[in-house]
């Protein structure tokens, strides 16, 4: 199920966005989350505390004289590209959790049918 949602954010004043439980359940469905029911108002009132917060960041001036990353680290501050050795792959593996033949196991993320754009 793929449905769009936007929440409104109101610049310049004190006024919350508007996170209903409803967007904490479809954010939820998105990460694959599951959350208690009654931890549901408190992830409500957070999302909302964090919407807030991010809204008053964009308030900052940050000037038109501030130096980019981009512009600060140039070629002379970037270290040489070049190859090391790495592990063995038996001491890549020794720590790991679960194996599958001489490959890493992880669990399954995404179904074939949630891939956006299949049928």
């Not at 070629?75 to 038996?90: F, I, N, S, T, V």
């Not at 995404?110 to 891939?115: L, N, R, Y």
Request: proline fraction near 6%; aromatic fraction near 6%; glycine fraction near 6%.
């Amino acid at each position: 199920m793929s449905r769009s949602f936007s929440v409104p954010l109101h610049p310049g004043n004190d006024m919350p966005p508007k996170i209903t439980r409803e967007t904490v359940e479809h954010i939820a469905d998105l990460a694959k989350l599951q959350f208690a029911e009654e931890d549901m108002a408190a992830f409500v009132r957070q999302f909302r505390s964090i919407l807030v917060y991010v809204d008053r960041l964009s308030e900052i001036d940050a000037g038109e004289d501030r130096v980019s990353e981009r512009e600060r680290v140039g070629p002379e501050h970037l270290r040489e590209d070049r190859g090391e050795a790495g592990l063995e792959r038996e001491e890549s593996l020794r720590n790991a959790p679960d194996l599958e033949g001489s490959l890493f196991a992880v669990p399954r993320v995404v179904d074939k049918g949630d891939a956006r754009g299949s049928s």
